[in-house]
């Protein structure tokens, strides 16, 4: 791949790096339980604990997600960014522009997707 063009993808995944490590900041706060009045007013316990949920769970993929972009940076630098972890092939350039952080090609990615969907039933 070009060397304008991975400056590119490792702009992009510095962002993105930036970005979720000010999300996963945030959502750890509130897994450390702070309370904050503005949810408590409302007066709903139940509510307070569906929001409580979904703001750990959001956590939770940031997480996951903000692991990808770090294994992505780390192949940057070990110049194998931009090849499918599973077959090698380059994988296609549309495919990194909307997720640069992706590990697998558009096939692979079908093809694993498959095998947890079968695997999971
Ligand atoms: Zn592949």
Do not use: W
Request: overall charge negative; some cysteine.
């Amino acid at each position: 791949m070009r060397k304008d063009r991975l400056a590119h993808y490792r702009k992009m995944l510095v962002d993105k790096h930036r970005q979720l490590v000010e999300e996963v900041g945030k959502s750890a706060l509130y897994g450390k339980g702070q309370e904050d009045d503005s949810i408590k007013d409302l007066g709903d316990q139940a509510t307070t604990a569906y929001t409580r949920e979904f703001l750990f769970e959001l956590g939770n993929g940031d997480r996951r997600l903000l692991k990808e972009v770090v294994t992505a940076l780390q192949k940057l630098d070990e110049g194998a960014f931009g090849s499918c972890e599973r077959c090698g092939e380059a994988i296609a350039e549309k495919r990194l522009e909307a997720l640069p952080f992706a590990r697998y090609c558009i096939e692979c990615q079908r093809a694993i997707e498959e095998e947890e969907r079968m695997a999971t039933g």
